[in-house]
């Protein structure tokens, strides 16, 4: 089978050393996906870098800029987090440096989540053990 699509996505957070809450964001389609919430983020087009991927995702889909802090590696040899068969995404915390986060492209609501509200809402399963692991992230702050 073909290698999975590589997805691109951020927690986008409130402060990069010292997180206190996390934005999360509900998919409007596809269907199957609708509902539920995940990282922003999308897949990085052809003679794309993952980075500037992310930009424009964020810009397209929240119309922010945002500047990345580190990248939160997932178990698979290029950093990424396994999602499904088809795809595979790498995540970067990041800060919103101008603009306010709306819901532009597929998503109907955006929520800032607390530590504690983390798994108040309904992830996307392959979003899930990266909530797990940012969540120790918060308490270390
Ligand atoms: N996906 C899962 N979690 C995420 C993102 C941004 C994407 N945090 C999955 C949903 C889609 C696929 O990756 O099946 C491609 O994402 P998009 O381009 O539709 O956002
Ligand atoms: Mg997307």
């Given at each position: 089978m073909a290698a999975p699509i590589l997805v691109v996505a951020a927690a986008l957070v409130d402060d990069l050393d010292q997180p206190a809450r996390m934005l999360a964001a509900r998919r409007t389609r596809p269907e199957a996906l609708a509902g539920r919430w995940e990282f922003p983020g999308g897949?990085?087009?052809q003679g794309e870098t993952p980075v500037s991927a992310l930009h424009r995702e964020l810009r397209e889909e929240l119309g922010v800029t945002a500047e990345l802090g580190r990248e939160v590696p997932g178990p698979d040899d290029d950093g990424s987090w396994p999602l499904t068969e088809r795809y595979r995404m790498r995540l970067w915390i990041a800060r919103i440096t101008e603009g306010h986060p709306e819901p532009l492209e597929d998503h109907d609501e955006l929520r800032w989540l607390?530590?504690?509200?983390?798994?108040?809402?309904d992830w996307i399963e392959g979003d899930l053990p990266i909530v797990t692991a940012l969540r120790a992230h918060f308490e270390e702050a």
């Open positions: 897949k990085v087009d607390s530590s504690a509200e983390l798994h108040d809402v």
